[in-house]
Every structure is written in structure tokens, then in C-alpha cells.
Nanobody, 114 residues
Framework: QVQLVESGGGLVQPGGSLRLSCEAS????????MGWYRQAPGKERELVAG???????NYSDSVKGRFTISRDNAKNTVYLQMNILKPEDTAVYYC????????WGQGTQVTVSS
């Protein structure tokens, strides 16, 4: 049974930093893509950042230069380093992993507020 366990969310002041982690267990097939989406209240879920097995990355325009995605293939873990956080980054962040199918984590709340 595949499980994605996320950690690292919380409350932070504007300008602060957080690091999200997502560990995938029970994966049998090779992981082709790992990424983070987010969903704010009243908005659609959007891609924040993604990374391929080979290490190619992509980011939404709203987080470029502030967020960095990385992965540890040996640990089936993906990270999202979030710096210079803004109130508009407040959302539930979801980890996603793609093998032959897509899997989702349960989500972790990130709140940026003074």
C-alpha cells in the first residue's frame, strides 16, 4: 500500500521560511515525477513545483526564486524549501508522486501571517 507522509507545515511570519518533506513508502515502480501542489480556500489546486527522476525542475511563476524543490531518490523523499514566504502562500500543500499512477499525500497546512 502506497503512503505519502508529509511534514513541515505550520505558521510562519511573512518573510520567514519553512521546509516541507514528503516520504513515499510502499512504492514498487520507479518514481518518474515528484511535486508539490497547493490549494488555498476558494481556489483550485495549483502546481507549485515539480522534479523529475533526472532532476529537472519546474516552478510556478509565483514562487520562482523563493522556493526550491529537491528529492532524495534513495529515500523516495521530496522536499520543498520555502523562503521569503508571503501571506498569499497560505494554503494546504499536497505532495504528489507519479509512477504508473499518481498518488497524493494528505496535505499539510502552511499559514503565513503576522
Amino acid at each position: 500500500q502506497v503512503q505519502l507522509v508529509e511534514s513541515g507545515g505550520g505558521l510562519v511570519q511573512p518573510g520567514g521560511s519553512l521546509r516541507l518533506s514528503c516520504e513515499a513508502s510502499g512504492i514498487i515502480f520507479s518514481i518518474n515525477f515528484m511535486g508539490w501542489y497547493r490549494q488555498a480556500p476558494g481556489k483550485e489546486r495549483e502546481l507549485v513545483a515539480g522534479i523529475t527522476k533526472g532532476g529537472s525542475t519546474n516552478y510556478s511563476d509565483s514562487v520562482k526564486g523563493r522556493f526550491t524543490i529537491s528529492r532524495d531518490n534513495a529515500k523516495n523523499t521530496v522536499y520543498l524549501q520555502m523562503n521569503i514566504l508571503k501571506p498569499e502562500d497560505t494554503a494546504v500543500y499536497y505532495c504528489t508522486v507519479v509512477t504508473r499512477v499518481r498518488y497524493w499525500g494528505q496535505g499539510t497546512q502552511v499559514t503565513v501571517s503576522s
